[in-house]
């Protein structure tokens, strides 16, 4: 009997611990549904520094909405580059922050993996901080058009420093840096400095720096040559060619190693340039032309670009002798044949002041003058004299024995240029700068008939 009463004690107590703990596990289950199946974010969650933990996605979202949202769009974006200041304010672009996403993501933790772990990670939660920063999202379209119209603002065209020649003396207009921003770079860096709440933006730009820089003509400093032919002042159309074409050439800046082609600068020689009819030498001889007297520029530039020491790349002489220049020492020019070319070896650059003046072609050539201690004298010899042939025609309009020269002839010459280099007045080098030729131009003669033997009888008597 006894051990019946404890046999049926212990099933006894073995039910109620049954059901002690079949109410306790209900109650835990009962917990853990009630408490996951709810639409909360867990934990100790912050998003932007607000505490959204025990609270519902859209109660988060009007939560961070309500504290955040109002400042972020009234939020003024200011883009700066030196002086130039650009702003406009985050909701221009339509910005807000991605609320959506970021609660998503916050809602999620804890909720992973099965009921054991998804209760777990609820007690660890609360002891663990966790924080969320949201990004600021925009439309790109239209910060991508403040990104151009801001390139556009900032944009400003490089420009050379200017020389100018002032009674006798040189001014230095001072060059113009360029500004350009462009404009993808732009969008991009705006639109990251925007994400990481950075709204005061520097402006990426490409500063470019003009060729010719103050300091670049600061090192023209002295005249290095100066040459001079004269012309007769009677011949309007002739003057007014020189004039053009000595015009296009002044104010040239020539740097060091670079060339001056005279056709490029001085252009084609048309009526449309502005050039008038006047005597040019064609085959020898002088026959109406646009742009007569434009050699007499091109000589004179030429002999002064000798005296200054530089290269000669292209020259030509004319086929026969000019008047306003040495034999020897002439360029003759013709569009789209000959050319005359000159080169800047030195360092620094040169600047070619042309200049018409009374009956006068002035060239000067500018440069650095502390380092040019050369004496320049140009000397032509010639080598050889060659006479003209006779060329004689019979025109019975004339008397027998009348004779006329309908085409006087003229000598021909070979002749050689020297360019004679002085240093301290002693000579240090002569070089050949060309051999020419001028070609012997023939005369024509027309003479009458040969008197008739009868006549000559009568004549003799």
């Known amino acids: 009997m006894e051990k019946n009463k404890v ?63 109002n400042d972020i769009l009234n939020t003024s974006v200011e883009l700066y ?14 910005a807000d922050y991605n609320y959506d996403e970021i609660v998503e993501e ?54 050379d420093a200017q020389l100018e020649f002032d009674k006798g003396k040189f001014k230095i207009i001072e060059e113009t840096i360029g500004l350009e921003a462009d404009e993808d770079m732009l969008l991009s860096h705006v639109g990251q400095s925007i994400k990481k709440e950075e709204f005061q933006i ?14 670049v003509l600061s090192k023209i400093n002295g ?32 740097f060091g190693g670079e060339e001056l082609s005279f056709n490029d600068t001085t252009g084609k020689r048309s009526h449309e340039n502005g050039y008038l009819p006047a005597d040019v030498i064609v085959n020898g001889k002088l026959v109406p032309g646009y742009g007569g007297g434009v050699c007499q520029v091109s000589t004179t530039l030429y002999n002064a670009a000798l005296l200054s020491n ?21 360029a003759t020019v013709s569009y789209g044949y000959l050319d005359l070319k000159i080169k800047n070896t030195y360092n620094d650059p040169i ?5 018409t003046y009374n009956d006068r072609v002035i060239f000067k050539l500018y440069g650095n003058a502390n380092k040019f201690d050369l004496n320049i004298k140009i000397q032509s010899e010639v080598i050889e004299a060659v006479g003209y042939t006779t060329k004689t025609e019979i025109d019975n309009s004339l008397a027998p024995g009348e004779k ?4 006087k002839g003229r000598k021909g010459y070979k002749v050689k240029t020297y360019k004679v280099i002085y240093k301290d007045n002693k000579v240090i080098d002569r070089i050949l700068l060309s051999s020419d030729y001028y070609k012997p131009s023939t005369q024509i003669e027309k003479v009458g008939p040969k008197k008739s033997k009868t006549e000559e009888s009568k004549t003799e008597d």
């Open 7 to 69: 046999v049926r004690k212990k099933t006894k107590v073995l039910k109620v611990a049954v059901i002690i703990s079949l109410f306790v596990f209900l109650f835990i289950v009962g917990f853990i549904v009630k408490y996951i199946d709810k639409d909360i974010i867990y934990g100790n969650v912050k998003i932007n520094n607000i505490d959204v933990s025990g609270l519902e996605k859209d109660e988060a979202i009007d939560l961070l909405k309500g504290e955040v949202r």
């Open 81 to 94: 580059y030196n002086d130039f200041k650009k702003s406009f304010f985050l909701k221009e672009i339509d």
């Open 106 to 159: 916050a809602f999620k933790k804890g909720k992973d993996g099965n009921l054991i772990s998804i209760m777990f990670n609820q007690f660890t939660m609360r002891n663990d901080k966790y924080t969320y920063d949201m990004e600021i999202r925009f439309d790109d379209d239209k910060l991508r058009e403040f990104c151009k119209n801001t390139s556009e603002d900032i944009h400003r065209p490089q420009k």
């Open 202 to 215: 520097l402006i990426p730009v490409k500063e470019i720096v003009p060729k010719v820089t103050r300091e």
């Open 223 to 254: 005249e290095l040559a100066t040459y001079v032919t004269y012309f007769s002042s009677s011949n309007t159309n002739r003057v007014k060619n020189i004039q053009i074409a000595t015009g296009s050439i002044n104010g040239t800046i020539l």
């Open 310 to 330: 530089i290269d000669i790349v292209e020259r030509h002489n004319h086929s026969i002798p000019s008047s306003y220049v040495d034999i020897g020492q002439d």
């Open 351 to 355: 600047y070619i002041q042309g200049i």
């Open 404 to 407: 006329q020269i309908i085409q």
